[in-house]
């Protein structure tokens, strides 16, 4: 679910309310009538429905002209990579793994090298009992 809302401007209107934000090439996306998706939360949730409803045959019905996301202009192009992109928590997982990986790598070189002092040691200790039982 999504908390976007779907706003219909008129150019001059939509012009105002956009003059706020000062980034060049926002108000040129406003020709004639316009609906300005106002994602509300995550951003990625909303540029995955329009994407896939455009995907869905309703090329003629709906025009990404591109998306103003945390003060960057983003063309359609971009829109639609952005849309590619996985669900956070999925990005958020293959952190944690990519992270983990070379940490458990780590802790098992550790355990190798804690594994292969704790048999010398009992090697040496085993040579030293015996030597001292020989020479008694």
Same mark, same amino acid.
């Given at each position: 679910?999504?908390?976007?809302? =779907?706003? @219909?401007?008129?150019?001059?209107?939509?012009?105002?309310?956009?003059?706020?934000?000062?980034?060049?090439?926002?108000?040129? =996306? =406003?020709?004639?009538?316009?609906?300005?998706?106002?994602?509300?939360?995550?951003? =990625?949730?909303?540029?995955?429905?329009? @994407?896939?409803?455009?995907?869905?045959?309703?090329?003629?019905?709906?025009?990404?002209?591109?998306?103003?996301?945390?003060?960057?202009?983003?063309?359609?192009?971009?829109?639609?990579?952005?849309?590619?992109?996985?669900?956070?928590?999925?990005?958020?997982?293959?952190?944690?793994?990519?992270?983990?990986?070379?940490?458990?790598?780590?802790?098992?070189?550790?355990?190798?090298?804690?594994?292969?002092?704790?048999?010398?040691?009992?090697?040496?200790?085993?040579?030293?009992?015996?030597?001292?039982?020989?020479?008694?």
């Amino acid at each position: 679910t999504s908390d976007a809302r =779907l706003l @219909i401007l008129k150019r001059r209107l939509g012009q105002r309310a956009l003059a706020q934000f000062n980034c060049a090439g926002l108000t040129e =996306l =406003l020709e004639g009538s316009v609906g300005c998706v106002l994602a509300g939360g995550d951003a =990625l949730v909303p540029a995955k429905q329009l @994407i896939e409803f455009r995907k869905q045959g309703h090329e003629s019905q709906l025009e990404v002209r591109g998306a103003f996301i945390d003060g960057q202009l983003l063309t359609t192009q971009q829109v639609e990579q952005f849309a590619a992109l996985p669900p956070k928590p999925v990005l958020l997982a293959k952190v944690v793994a990519a992270l983990e990986a070379p940490i458990t790598e780590v802790v098992f070189t550790v355990e190798g090298l804690i594994g292969e002092v704790a048999w010398l040691l009992e090697q040496a200790a085993t040579r030293t009992i015996a030597s001292a039982a020989g020479g008694s």
